[in-house]
């Protein structure tokens, strides 16, 4: 119904719909943001021409920082787990011609998000202050010159990239702290954003925050922020000649220098990709005790996702996060409805932040069946019931779940934006709901399983499950943490006082997710269990 082939429509249309919110919500508190910014007054004099540039040298070194950072990932994948470059090294094809060939591939994609970004923070930048015709000219060209500059800083960063890569790929607690932080870092700057926001929403001025001393700090970071300065240069007119021959010099090294790199290291990961389904190295164990099959099932599925790099981050990680993104929406929001509407709808809101970010964190159990890719069928073949299967993968998705729910529901506690009950209820209704999710993501993957060609059986690119898992639980968190809290509104403001009905409407609705999620998962399960010859790409 959602797909065309192997092409994930509901997935293309979902990220299409993400990415015109956020560029709605980027025009309206950037407008509002420049407003702000350009009017600052530095020796008692407004400068708008050096307020410009610094501005957009902020805003191209944070776009040019996030196309870096996937142009790195894009990299790695194609060049080193792509399944076509099996077929490509076994071909005559030299490592230098595969690497420009990925290279022009990713351009193409960049070149969109280029596009994108460019006449979102140009056109909201011009929208506020005055602009030549010169500056769409340069704008036209930015699209084309910002993947150039990513993609060869992108470039230089790969072989580095990939030696790291090596050295944390057994290194798996490592691997986990590393990632789990970088994350935790990332969701913290983004609550600084937020807090931003919030000023910018209250009415709260700017100008106080921007005094000489910060102003003068500002000027001097944005003077170290190369190359993105060159892309603002054009824009001011400053430095033109420069910064061009800047870019392009950047362009021209990073990939020339990357080329010089990578022949080496591209050709023995294609000999060490090949040999691996050739090579078995036997150890000597010993097995101290025999464990019940669903204490040893249990295990298998913990240590596949920790000792596989995307798996762990994609669900470990993320979910030991959620706590922290909980906390600073439920800051940012308590304070909003508060100021906006005058009245206090934290155990609301903190209903719908538990069941959107439990959808979210608990996005990874779509591909509970996918994942075990051939080793499904010795799973079939072993004398272990079809419940003790299912439920192994279940039970350990809610261990995990249940951690970061209850770790979210002791920072709200402790912060004091909800009271112990109200705690404890949170905590209960995001559990029930992460059951659900998990039930009905993974008997919805074992009907539509779709097995990697991998050796290693690892998923790499997300599937129409993922996609569907995601949107039934942003229904979900709307309609139960939305009803709730229009309900609370609409009765405070008529002077009504609703009692009970926030946790009796929620906790009912919480109830028969779960009922119908059992129904769902349990539904002639045993037969289509051993019916089951799916899993082909």
């Not at 669900?315 to 922290?324: E, G, K, Q, R, T």
Request: aromatic content about 14%.
């Amino acid at each position: 119904m959602f797909k065309a082939g192997h092409f994930d429509v509901l997935g293309f249309l979902l990220r299409l719909a993400l990415a015109a919110a956020i560029v709605a919500l980027f025009v309206i508190f950037f407008g509002r943001f420049v407003e702000v910014y350009v009017g600052v007054k530095t020796a008692g004099k407004t400068d708008i021409a050096a307020r410009s540039n610094e501005l957009l040298t902020i805003l191209y070194s944070a776009v040019m920082f996030g196309m870096v950072i996937g142009g790195v990932g894009q990299l790695g994948r194609e060049l080193f787990s792509a399944d076509d470059m099996k077929l490509y090294s076994a071909m005559p094809i030299n490592a230098r011609t595969l690497f420009v060939a990925k290279l022009i591939s990713i351009y193409r994609g960049q070149l969109t998000i280029a596009f994108v970004a460019v006449v979102t923070v140009n056109a909201t930048f011009a929208w506020k202050v005055g602009v030549t015709a010169a500056f769409w000219i340069l704008s036209a060209g930015c699209c084309f010159l910002l993947p150039l500059l990513t993609i060869g800083i992108a470039a230089l960063i790969v072989p580095i990239f990939q030696v790291i890569k090596r050295f944390l790929k057994e290194r798996y607690l490592l691997m986990f702290i590393v990632v789990t932080a970088l994350l935790g870092l990332a969701i913290w700057i983004y609550s600084i954003v937020l807090g931003g926001v919030k000023q910018l929403l209250l009415g709260d001025s700017l100008k106080y925050f921007f005094s000489e001393r910060v102003m003068n700090m500002i000027a001097k970071v944005c003077s170290f922020l190369y190359p993105a300065r060159w892309l603002a240069n054009l824009f001011s007119g400053t430095e033109f000649v420069w910064s061009w021959v800047g870019i392009i010099a950047v362009a021209a090294v990073g990939i020339t220098v990357s080329m010089l790199i990578i022949k080496s290291i591209l050709t023995k990961a294609l000999q060490a990709r090949n040999q691996s389904a050739l090579s078995v190295s036997f150890q000597n164990s010993v097995v101290k005790e025999k464990s019940p099959k669903f204490v040893a099932l249990l295990k298998k599925e913990f240590l596949h996702i920790f000792r596989t790099p995307s798996y762990m981050f994609s669900y470990f990680s993320v979910a030991f996060i959620m706590p922290l993104m909980v906390y600073f929406c439920m800051d940012v929001g308590a304070s909003l409805v508060v100021n906006l509407v005058g009245l206090d709808c934290n155990l609301e809101l903190a209903i719908f932040l538990t069941v959107l970010f439990g959808a979210l964190t608990n996005v990874f159990c779509a591909t509970n069946i996918s994942r075990d890719g051939e080793m499904f069928y010795t799973l079939k073949a072993m004398p272990i019931s079809y419940k003790t299967v299912f439920f192994s993968k279940i039970v350990l998705c809610l261990i995990v779940t249940a951690i970061s729910q209850v770790a979210s529901a002791i920072t709200l506690c402790a912060t004091g934006m909800i009271g112990l009950k109200d705690g404890l209820f949170v905590g209960g209704i995001g559990l029930l709901f992460s059951f659900a999710y998990i039930a009905v993501a993974t008997r919805y993957d074992f009907n539509h399983a779709k097995f990697s060609t991998e050796d290693d059986g690892e998923i790499k690119e997300s599937s129409g499950t993922v996609s569907i898992v995601i949107v039934v639980g942003l229904l979900f968190s709307f309609i139960v943490g939305g009803l709730v809290f229009v309900l609370k509104v609409l009765a405070q403001l008529k002077g009504f006082e609703i009692g009970y009905l926030t946790y009796v409407l929620s906790g009912g609705i919480a109830v028969l997710a779960v009922g119908l999620a059992l129904f769902y998962l349990l539904f002639r399960l045993r037969k289509k269990y051993y019916e089951f010859s799916g899993g082909g790409i």
